[in-house]
């Protein structure tokens, strides 16, 4: 499985980004998809994630402002970023846990929320 992130960028305070992270290879080997960020000096932490299901899960720091979805025909998972604040500038990476419990990660795309 391949992950290619894009959507990054600069946005000011208040404002809104979509996040999109296109899968390839084998597909059908993926069980969960998530975004995770890791802001300098930090570790990697989870922010958003999503199963093949539909159940979606979040870090209690952007709910209600972030939401997670799956597009299967496109083998796509997007985060729409909405309200964003200084603190939620990091580098983004979209992961993906295939059959065996692996993960795989995209490399990371740049959010920079200027205040």
Do not use: H
């Not at 069980?31 to 979040?58: C, E, F, H, S």
């Not at 309200?83 to 993906?96: I, R």
């Amino acid at each position: 499985v391949q992950l290619q992130a894009s959507g990054g960028g600069l946005v000011q305070a208040g404002g809104s980004l979509r996040l999109s992270c296109a899968a390839s290879g084998s597909i059908f080997s993926i069980n969960n998809m998530g975004w995770y960020r890791q802001a300098p000096g930090k570790q990697r932490d989870l922010v958003a994630g999503i199963t093949r299901a539909g159940t979606t899960n979040y870090a209690d720091s952007v709910k209600g402002r972030f939401t997670i979805s799956w597009d299967n025909a496109k083998n796509t998972v997007y985060l729409q970023m909405n309200s964003l604040k200084s603190e939620d500038t990091a580098v983004y990476y979209c992961n993906a846990v295939v059959l065996g419990g692996m993960a795989r990660w995209g490399k990371g795309t740049q959010v920079t929320v200027s205040s």
